[in-house]
Nanobody
Framework: QVQLVESGGGLVQAGGSLRLSCVAS????????MGWYRQTPGKQREFVAG???????SYADSVKGRFTFSRNAVRNTVYLEMNSLKPEDTAVYYC?????????WGQGTQVTVSS
């Protein structure tokens, strides 16, 4: 069973920065894709940033230029560096990993941006 454990969320003022981490229980290159999603109450979970083993990294338009996705294979960890945070970035952020037809999620970490 794959486990994903996120950390790094918190409360920050608008314009501030946070870095989220997600540690996977296995080799991150064993997954077809890994990424970050976020969700606010009453809304669907939305894609934020991620990569595929084909080598491509993608971002939601709303975070391009402000968020950076990265990974450390030695530590089986992926990161989301978030800069110039806005109140609308407030959400629970989830780490995701896909392997074949299976999709795995972390427990989520709350990010709150105050204005």
């Amino acid at each position: 069973q794959v486990q994903l454990v996120e950390s790094g969320g918190g409360l920050v003022q608008a314009g501030g920065s946070l870095r989220l981490s997600c540690v996977a229980s296995g080799d991150i290159f064993s997954f077809n894709a890994m990424g970050w999603y976020r969700q606010t109450p009453g809304k669907q979970r939305e894609f934020v940033a991620g990569f595929r083993t084909s080598g491509s990294t993608s971002y939601a338009d709303s975070v391009k230029g402000r968020f950076t996705f990265s990974r450390n294979a030695v530590r089986n960890t992926v990161y989301l560096e978030m800069n110039s945070l806005k109140p609308e970035d407030t959400a629970v952020y989830y780490c995701n990993a896909d392997r074949g037809q299976a999709r795995y999620w972390g427990q989520g970490t709350q990010v709150t941006v105050s204005s």
